[in-house]
């Protein structure tokens, strides 16, 4: 298998726009980047079982953190080596290093 290369890095605002050498191109929401954070901390996250919500009263439903209400943006985007991107987001989440062959698999 060839190895995966990106020919251009593009953040168009509410995604992130990969094209790649072989000439896919592929958008992925900041959003769902996110959500699919590879580091250990979210790996361990996503593999809890979703616990089942309690019934609230309506008046603390209506209290949710303005962040989350927001959506996600990314506050840096590197280069690491040449195989991976460090990604920080507007939640101050940073830890995610989203190797080539994880953000393609993301992308499909
Ligand atoms: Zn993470």
């Not at 168009?12 to 790649?20: A, D, K, P, Q, Y």
């Not at 699919?36 to 019934?55: D, F, N």
């Not at 609230?56 to 962040?67: F, G, M, N, Q």
């Not at 280069?79 to 393609?104: E, K, M, P, Q, W």
Request: aromatic letters at 6%; charged letters at 20%.
């Amino acid at each position: 298998m060839e190895a995966l290369s990106l020919e251009r890095v593009a953040n168009t605002g509410e995604t992130l726009e990969l094209v790649w050498a072989d000439g896919l191109v592929q958008h992925i929401t900041w959003s769902d980047l996110r959500r699919k954070c590879p580091c250990a901390v979210c790996q361990v996250e996503r593999e809890k079982p979703t616990p089942v919500e309690p019934l609230k009263p309506a008046s603390l439903l209506a209290v949710i953190d303005r962040a989350e209400t927001l959506p996600i943006k990314p506050t840096s985007f590197r280069a690491v080596g040449n195989y991976a991107y460090a990604i920080s987001f507007s939640d101050g989440h940073s830890s995610g290093i989203y190797s080539l062959s994880t953000l393609r698999q993301i992308g499909n």
